[in-house]
């Protein structure tokens, strides 16, 4: 309704306007699909596909929850020394990760990326995506020391979990389990 003054007959004229709008995005898009073809069958693909499962940036020690469990199609196969290179390779090497600072077991790279590679993993590799969701769920359900934490910071693991939990089709147990007890704690709510 903003653009042409709210002129529903020039609703025919609103792609192009949009299609412009998302230039840079595409082209970014078309880089990373050369990044995701150059480095195919390589840990550090695997670990781009990983790190799209993350709306924000993630710290390592989850990354090696993933990497721990095997996930069929995404971590079962690769060696702990590659998973390693991998991080710091894309990290130092290709500048496609970050470190914030002063703190150098989260890494971060740029929403675009997280985007495209959740995306193409969801889409070529459904099981691996939703089993990684699945155990991402059950890491951030599990993190929180009290059952009923008191700050936000110690309920931030309860939101991801929540986040994971409805990405693996887990709806139920997530609305019940977390949700339902751990968040609105049936009336009193957090």
């Known amino acids: 309704s903003i653009y042409f003054n709210g002129d529903v007959n020039q609703r025919d004229k609103l792609t192009d306007l949009l299609d412009d709008y998302h230039s840079t995005a595409r082209h970014a ?4 699909q050369a990044y995701e073809k150059w480095l195919d069958e390589t840990p550090e693909l695997q670990l781009l596909y ?3 499962l993350f709306d924000h940036p993630v710290e390592k020690k989850v990354l090696e929850v993933l990497w721990n469990e095997k996930i069929n199609g995404l971590t079962e196969s690769i060696p702990l020394k590659a998973w390693k290179v991998a991080i710091h390779d894309l990290t130092e090497k290709y ?3 970050s470190t914030h600072e002063g703190h150098p077991e989260i890494l971060d790279c740029h929403p675009l990326i997280r985007q495209y590679f959740g995306e193409r993993l ?3 590799k459904y099981k ?3 089993k990684a969701h699945e155990v991402l769920y ?3 359900k599990k993190l929180p020391e009290q059952q009923l934490p ?4 110690q309920m931030r693991p309860l939101f991801n979990a929540i986040s994971h939990g409805c990405m ?3 709806h139920m147990e997530t609305l019940k389990d977390i949700l339902w007890e751990r968040v609105r704690r049936k009336e009193q709510a957090y």
Do not use: I, P
């Open 95 to 97: 500048r496609l990760l």
């Open 168 to 170: 693996a089709n887990l």
């Open 29 to 32: 898009f078309r880089v990373m």
């Open 128 to 130: 691996s995506w939703n």
């Open 150 to 153: 008191e700050t936000l910071d």
């Open 138 to 140: 059950y890491y951030y």
């Open 50 to 52: 990983c790190l799209g």
């Open 122 to 124: 969801r889409s070529k």
